[in-house]
């Protein structure tokens, strides 16, 4: 029965994403993920994270729902709850039933320390779609206590009763100790039947210091274990440069296309850039999603945030479809030589990239999904974008120089960002 329900609930899953992937293909303007923190507290203590406090208190639950339905208003497509360690909170659930009714994908950053069947099944009742839980370690020492000694029962738990998605994080540089854990324990995701990414970790000041020849063998053999096309492979590029100390040329559009909700309820661009905009989220309006999408960050070179990297790749395709999926492709040769895209890729790319009735496919596949032009909510983000919405920008520019809306069997994983806990 559970085996029945997984399918269906994955099906659904699918259905949604790519609903959101050909949201972002049809428009520039509306926030793709927000984080919200509905508590700074941890019960945790990892030496490099700057994101938790041993003593704040939950945020009320009314007020956490009112930030959801605001990010909806926005037309926010994934919302993803952090911390601080959010099972700490007692109202979770609601927080993520309250995403599913409004129609965003729910998504949830833990640590897995507090993680049971019985509180597995309830995330499975309010409706979550994914789970993302990082492993620095395979015993606990004086850096981190997210050792796979401690978490793997709760590993066991979540392959026996989760209805989500899940996703382990390894990580390696900074501080981490034993880089050869890292593959470990990506194997064992991959053995109890969950994605598996690796994160470079940065330290308490948010930089990252580039990886020693050691760990770069390792980062590259577990790339090497096989990567969703449209995920990995291009995200790949951000951490290619940064594990060698190189810049990445590449424009942010965090405040506009990525949200981080502090506990206060401000809007910042991330979780390493707070402070700016600082605005309260209640007040934010679409001229604010546009203003801080379109300005030019400092930061962006050294730039570690994976969500916001990954915000940018759907941004690079809907401009420039054909040449992103080539790099895409490119990008998985080199880690395979051999790879050639499923035939759902090339039928698709064929579709809606090089046919001459792509423009048919295209009003197919936004009738298909219901994409229909809106107009803007009051303080809130016109949902679509028309040609209305910014009539200096002309339409072909909106939605990709071919008109691209593309999507394959993996869309981009644009749930949980790769934070670490
Ligand atoms: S470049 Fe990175 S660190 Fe800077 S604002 Fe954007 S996401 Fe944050
Ligand atoms: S990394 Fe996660 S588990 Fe560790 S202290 Fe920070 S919030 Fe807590």
């Known amino acids: 029965m559970r085996k029945i329900r997984r399918l269906i609930r994955t099906i659904n899953r699918r259905y949604r994403e790519t609903r959101m992937f050909a949201r972002a293909m049809h428009s520039p303007w509306h926030p793709v993920v927000a984080h919200i923190i509905p508590i700074r507290r941890c019960n945790l203590a990892c030496a490099y994270c700057n994101e938790f406090d041993g003593v704040s208190k939950p945020v009320p639950v009314a007020e956490m729902l009112r930030r959801v339905d605001k990010l909806a208003d926005l037309g926010t497509s994934i919302i993803t709850i952090s911390g601080g360690e959010p099972l700490l909170h007692p109202d979770l659930d609601a927080m993520i039933r309250r995403i599913r009714e409004r129609g965003a994908i729910a998504t949830l950053i833990t640590n897995g320390y507090l993680l049971v069947p019985s509180r597995i099944e309830r995330l499975n009742r309010a409706g979550l779609d994914y ?46 100790r034993c880089p050869e854990d890292a593959a470990v324990i990506a194997a064992r995701a991959r053995e109890l039947g969950f994605t ?4 470079i970790l ?42 060698r100390g190189l810049p990445n040329d590449w424009h942010c559009r965090a405040g506009g296309r ?15 850039q ?20 379109g300005v030019r960050k400092e930061c962006a070179p050294f730039c570690t945030v994976s969500c916001v990297h990954q915000t940018a790749m759907l941004d690079a395709f809907r401009e420039r479809p054909r040449e992103t999926l080539q790099r895409m492709l490119d990008g998985r040769r080199e880690i395979d030589p051999l790879f050639e895209p499923p035939a759902l890729v090339k039928a698709l790319d064929w579709m809606f990239l090089r046919s001459r009735t792509r423009r048919f496919f295209e009003s197919a596949a936004v009738r298909l999904l219901r994409l229909k032009p809106s107009k803007p909510a009051a303080g809130g983000a016109p949902e679509f974008a ?15 120089r071919d008109g691209a809306a593309f999507d394959g069997p993996a869309t981009p994983q644009l749930g949980p960002e790769r934070r670490t806990s």
């Open 131 to 176: 789970l993302q839980i990082s492993i620095d370690n395979l015993e606990p020492d004086e850096v981190s206590y997210k050792s796979l000694k401690v978490l793997d029962q709760k590993l066991r738990w979540l392959a026996e009763f989760a209805e989500f998605s899940v996703s382990v994080n390894s990580v390696l540089g900074g501080a981490i």
């Open 196 to 199: 598996s990414t690796v994160g």
């Open 202 to 243: 940065h330290d308490h000041t948010g930089r990252i210091q580039p990886l020693d020849e050691t760990q770069q063998r390792i980062y590259e053999g577990l790339l090497r274990m096989g990567t969703p096309l449209f995920s990995f492979a291009q995200y790949d590029r951000f951490q290619k440069n940064l594990i």
């Open 258 to 272: 990525y949200l981080y909700i502090c506990e206060d309820g401000l809007v910042h661009r991330c979780s390493q």
């Open 274 to 293: 707070r402070g700016t905009p600082g605005i309260a989220l209640a007040d934010y309006t679409a001229d604010d999603l546009r203003r801080e999408a």
């Open 386 to 400: 028309s040609r209305s919405a910014r009539p200096d920008i002309p339409l072909e520019r909106l939605c990709g």
